[in-house]
């Protein structure tokens, strides 16, 4: 009764409330919680597409600078200016285009906007390998960066859709940690390349990754939310 409660405060304690029960989700072990999303064949899906998408970027950045002096025909001038405004301008375009296309994927679906996005990311990636200036180059990285946006983004949103309810920030984490596994692998794999077949032979390699991510991506084509209104 008070009594008690009175003589709890006065030793330092509070009254006790009844002990709350953790969710399910709460006492699942790391290890399980992170084989049950792997095996949820959409997750899964979803998770191959961030790792190879990573994979594919990272790959070019060892041989960028070395393509750019390649490309400018002199030793040292200009390199790093030119290589600075290549990723500078794919920035600057994503930024422009992704209010747009990610009000798009609410409209007509992200999963169609991922897909079509990956398409068009292939298409752009195989001709980076065939040119001839360094401005033909951040021509094609203007473009790059303008469907980026809708790829990642895209994806994140259907990341949102799929995670499990109690699970998001679980999802979240996997996906975090398997984007920085592809971003870790890929400049080893573009630095195998470029020794192996050139430096032009990479950005193909870049395409054939992005190719497998067309078909990993495809099954998503029709995986929309609910339709947001203009």
């Not at 301008?89 to 209010?99: D, E, K, P, T, Y």
């Not at 990311?121 to 980076?128: E, H, K, R, S, W």
Request: proline letters at 6%.
């Amino acid at each position: 009764g008070d009594q008690g409660h009175l003589l709890r405060a006065a030793a330092g304690g509070a009254p006790r409330r009844a002990d709350r029960v953790p969710p399910r989700s709460a006492r699942r072990g790391f290890f399980r919680t992170y084989r049950e999303l792997i095996a949820q064949p959409r997750l899964r899906r979803l998770y191959g597409i961030s790792f190879l998408d990573s994979l594919a970027r990272s790959a070019l950045m060892p041989v960028f600078p070395l393509f750019v002096r390649h490309l400018l025909g002199r030793p040292k001038e200009g390199t790093a200016r030119v290589t600075g405004l290549l990723l500078g301008v794919r920035a600057i375009a994503g930024s422009l285009a992704s209010m747009r296309i990610g009000k798009l994927g609410d409209r007509v679906g992200h999963g169609r906007v991922v897909v079509i996005s990956t398409v068009l990311l292939f298409l752009l990636y195989a001709p980076q390998a065939f040119v001839t200036t360094a401005w033909q180059l951040i021509a094609l990285h203007a473009l790059i960066g303008v469907f980026a946006v809708g790829l990642v983004p895209g994806v994140g949103a259907l990341f949102a859709l799929e995670a499990p309810e109690g699970q998001q920030g679980a999802v979240f984490a996997l996906e975090s940690s398997i984007d920085a596994l592809g971003r870790s692998v890929g400049p080893m794999v573009g630095a195998s390349l470029a020794m192996a077949f050139g430096i032009r032979g990479t950005f193909f390699g870049a395409a054939c990754i992005y190719a497998l991510l067309v078909l990993v991506a495809a099954p998503l084509y029709g995986v929309v939310a609910d339709p947001v209104d203009d």
